[in-house]
């Protein structure tokens, strides 16, 4: 019954629909907050997925490597997937290095980031608006700058608080989003009763 209802009622589906998108968001924001109060922790655990995720993949390469492949190729694709699987087993045996390099190739990407957002800012500065550019690329610059020069100590905070702050921005869209679309399914649904 609840599934024939739903297929008839479209208006149901997406409120159901945003109901699990606000839970998601308050479930993202609540990891947000705990990723800021603890950031070093909230590094560790993302070390740890990507550790795992490396070791993943090194495992996928090594199974499809005999997958259709013949020779030599067997064994690039064999090599391949156990420096994978090493890398991935260093960062979990090492989290501490695992963090402290992620921080360092953050401070880096963002250096490089706010570089190349000032050659844009200087290729568009006659457009209207193009001092956000500007601006964005100037506190990129800083946060890159701060997390090189204060390197390797600020990898007990770096990862943590933007991972952090990331979550609790796409929580909070998330949730304004969903109710956005609950607001607009009850404006249609009282203006289809009335008609």
Do not use: C
């Amino acid at each position: 019954m609840g599934t024939a209802s739903l297929t008839r009622n479209p208006f149901s589906l997406i409120k159901l629909g945003s109901t699990w998108s606000i839970v998601l968001g308050v479930l993202f924001v609540a990891f947000g907050v705990f990723a800021i109060a603890e950031p070093f922790l909230a590094a560790i655990a993302l070390n740890t997925f990507l550790a795992w995720l490396l070791i993943f993949v090194g495992v996928v390469h090594i199974m499809a490597a005999f997958q259709g492949h013949t020779g030599t190729s067997i064994a690039w694709k064999v090599l391949i997937g156990a420096a994978y699987i090493f890398f991935g087993g260093y960062l979990l045996m090492h989290p501490v290095i695992g963090v402290a390099s992620l921080t360092l190739l953050l401070g880096i990407l963002f250096l490089v980031e706010g570089v190349l957002s000032v050659i844009l800012w200087w290729k568009t500065r006659a457009a209207e608006g193009s001092s956000w550019i500007l601006i964005d690329a100037l506190v990129t610059l800083l946060l890159g700058g701060l997390i090189y020069y204060h390197w390797p100590s600020s990898s007990v905070w770096a990862i943590g608080t933007l991972v952090g702050v990331s979550m609790i921005m796409s929580g909070m869209s998330r949730i304004m989003l969903s109710l956005a679309a609950r607001k607009v399914v009850g404006t249609v649904s009282e203006l289809r009763r009335a008609a």
